[in-house]
């Protein structure tokens, strides 16, 4: 073998090995599984801390929300806002975050003062709406998001830590974790679609 081919071998083995070092510093950050048609991304602790702000990037803005549904034990699946619900979630870099959900189907009042309603229009009214705002952390290892409410519609609500486990597979982002309604338990899973 001639110098110059050697050269130009040794240069080429030299980038190959410098990639595949690039590459085996990544996966030990981060191992993307694509088993049973899902995508998911999984972290060990202690490595690639700053994934956590580069989720928060990711979920800053403003999302509508798709669709919202219980499962319960049975699989039987329910809507608790209809099938047609309404929200905005907002999430701000710096770790703000606030939600709005609404069945658009709900009566309205008979009087145009709302402190003069019937209990059944307050109790629709209440029913088929809710809100709270407050802060929010993400643990990328777990895949999840925790919720820290400050102030909601649900007074039990106000102070409490909603943990959701989070799905992103880069158009939709999923929230679902365990929610009681009508003395069932189940799970609620809320798709929403980042507006621009």
């Not at 090995?17 to 995508?39: E, P, T, Y």
């Not at 801390?49 to 039987?76: E, I, P, Q, Y």
């Amino acid at each position: 073998m001639n110098m110059k081919y050697k050269d130009n071998f040794q240069h080429a083995r030299y980038i190959c090995l410098s990639i595949l070092l690039v590459l085996w510093l990544i996966s030990g950050c981060m191992v993307i599984d694509q088993s049973k048609g899902k995508r998911s991304v999984a972290l060990s602790e202690n490595q690639c801390r700053s994934v956590s702000w580069v989720n928060k990037a990711l979920l800053a803005g403003v999302w509508k929300l798709v669709s919202c549904h219980t499962l319960d034990a049975n699989g039987k699946i329910t809507y608790p806002f209809g099938r047609d619900a309404q929200g905005r979630l907002y999430y701000e870099s710096n770790g703000r975050m606030a939600v709005q959900l609404m069945n658009p189907d709900r009566p309205r009042f008979s009087s145009g003062d709302p402190l003069l309603t019937s209990e059944a229009e307050v109790r629709e009214a209440f029913g088929g709406y809710t809100a709270y705002y407050g802060t929010y952390s993400v643990n990328p290892a777990e895949q999840t998001i925790v919720h820290h409410i400050e102030a909601a519609l649900l007074p039990d609500w106000a102070g409490s830590d909603q943990k959701r486990h989070v799905e992103y597979d880069g158009k939709y982002l999923t929230l679902s974790g365990p929610l009681t309604l009508g003395g069932v338990s189940g799970t609620v899973s809320l798709v929403w679609e980042r507006l621009p």
